[in-house]
């Protein structure tokens, strides 16, 4: 019901940019075809894997009429150049995280040592 409303709303809310709207609608409806793949929500299987598959063909009927759209060639290179510095640089933001992270961690920990450390040796 969410996903559908999703469906209904993206056109509307990217009218000015065609390009985009392809970009956000296939990856709406695969994100609800892998949640739906892990929750099941139907009562039968078969409703289930009918509503996957669904899901799935809408995508490649979006792949198929995407290089139908009449574009600007400087409104597409922009679209295609921003869509491609968010997919090569949100693994390397979320890798420099990950690694600050376990860093902090490991030097709280180190420091939280010593203070032990320090507080029995003048003990």
């Known amino acids: 019901m969410i996903r559908n409303a999703f469906v209904a709303i993206l056109?509307?809310?990217?009218?000015a940019?065609?390009?985009l709207q392809v970009v956000a609608m296939?990856?709406?409806?695969?994100t609800s075809a892998a949640v739906h793949s892990?929750?099941?929500p139907w009562r039968t299987e078969a409703a289930?894997?009918?509503?996957?598959?669904?899901s799935c063909f809408f995508v490649v009927v979006m792949l198929g009429a995407a290089p139908l759209l009449d574009l600007g060639r400087t409104e597409t290179e922009w679209t295609l150049g921003i869509l491609l510095c968010i997919a090569v640089l949100g693994p390397l933001l979320v890798g420099v995280c990950?690694?600050?992270?376990?860093?902090?961690?490991?030097?709280?920990?180190?420091?939280?040592l010593?203070?032990?450390?320090?507080l029995f040796a003048v003990a």
């Open 38 to 40: 892990r929750v099941w």
């Open 114 to 118: 010593l203070f032990l450390l320090l």
């Open 48 to 54: 289930n894997v009918a509503d996957l598959i669904m």
């Open 98 to 112: 990950a690694i600050a992270y376990a860093v902090y961690w490991r030097l709280l920990f180190l420091v939280l």
């Open 11 to 15: 056109p509307v809310a990217l009218v």
């Open 17 to 19: 940019a065609p390009a």
């Open 26 to 30: 296939g990856t709406l409806l695969m």
